[in-house]
């Protein structure tokens, strides 16, 4: 029995190699947030070792990415990432929104929770300094300064969907 259930999922493990997710690879950047704010080179660097995998559209994948089910496991992993925030998507953002994920971006930092420790486990290289991570959330404050100075303080503010007429709370 313990045979056939081997067998059995050996077989299944041939045939997903032959189901691939699509890769994230696009060259367009119309929406890049460096089309609407400069982002230095000290900055590029960390963002490029540490963020940009996993939060744009053009992911730099490692050779073990194409054996299933780590490929389902990547392509999962940055498409939640990219629904957090997505550099090349930035420009698209409402003026809330972008205020609010830089400050997100912020947050995450100093927390310590971005990049992820299990990035980070395998991306050794992708482990921000404490002087990486303070380039990173000066530049994101210098951004959300920007836009404190040139718009007003409740188009910076995310709206919460009011709710209906006789729902209770």
């Not at 939640?80 to 995450?108: S, W």
């Given at each position: ?33 460096t ?50 925030f997505?550099?090349?998507e ?80």
């Amino acid at each position: 029995m313990i045979k056939k259930i081997l067998i059995g999922l050996l077989v299944v493990l041939i045939a997903i190699q032959f189901i691939r997710p699509a890769k994230n690879n696009s060259a367009d950047i119309t929406k890049d947030i460096t089309t609407l704010y400069p982002m230095p080179d000290s900055v590029k660097v960390i963002v490029d070792k540490a963020c940009a995998d996993c939060h744009s559209n053009n992911t730099k994948y490692p050779f073990y990415a194409s054996i299933q089910p780590i490929s389902f496991w990547l392509a999962d992993h940055i498409n939640d990432g990219k629904r957090h925030f997505n550099f090349n998507e930035f420009a698209g953002y409402r003026l809330a929104k972008q205020n609010h994920k830089l400050e997100e971006v912020i947050e995450q930092i100093k927390e310590g929770e971005m990049p992820l420790p299990s990035y980070t486990l395998i991306h050794t290289e992708a482990k921000l300094s404490d002087s990486e991570k303070a380039t990173l959330s000066k530049w994101c404050q210098n951004i959300m300064d920007t836009l404190k100075a040139n718009y007003p303080a409740d188009s910076l503010k995310l709206k919460r969907p009011s709710k209906p007429e006789g729902a209770s709370k």
